[in-house]
């Protein structure tokens, strides 16, 4: 099993900016993908963005230009940097790791968009 830790969730004013943390608990090399989650209060859980093992990179139209995904392999950590944040970018962001055949998913910290 891969075991996620996460961490940087907060308050942040709309405009400002947070970074997220994950570390992993096994080498990322042998992860097929990371990738972060949100779900907001009455909706869904979605893609914010993922990172494969070759380090290609995707994100959800809503944060693409704003978020950046990114890893370190040495310290099997991958980060969200989340800049100009919006009130609606307010939700619980799930790190998860997606080890064929099975998704692990962190604790999930809370991310408050608010003035």
């Known amino acids: 099993q891969v075991q996620l830790v996460e961490s940087g969730g907060g308050l942040v004013q709309p405009g400002g900016s947070l970074r997220l943390s994950c570390a992993a608990s096994?080498?990322?090399?042998?992860?097929?993908?990371m990738g972060w989650y949100r779900q907001a209060p009455g909706k869904q859980r979605e893609l914010v963005a993922r990172?494969?093992?070759?380090?290609?990179?995707s994100y959800a139209g809503s944060v693409k230009g704003r978020f950046t995904i990114s890893r370190d392999n040495a310290r099997k950590m991958v980060f969200l940097q989340m800049n100009s944040l919006k009130p609606e970018d307010t939700a619980v962001y799930y790190c998860n790791a997606w080890k064929v055949p099975s998704n692990y998913w962190g604790q999930g910290p809370q991310v408050t968009v608010s003035s």
């Open positions: 096994e080498s990322l090399f042998a992860i097929n993908a």
């Open positions: 990172i494969s093992r070759t380090g290609d990179t």
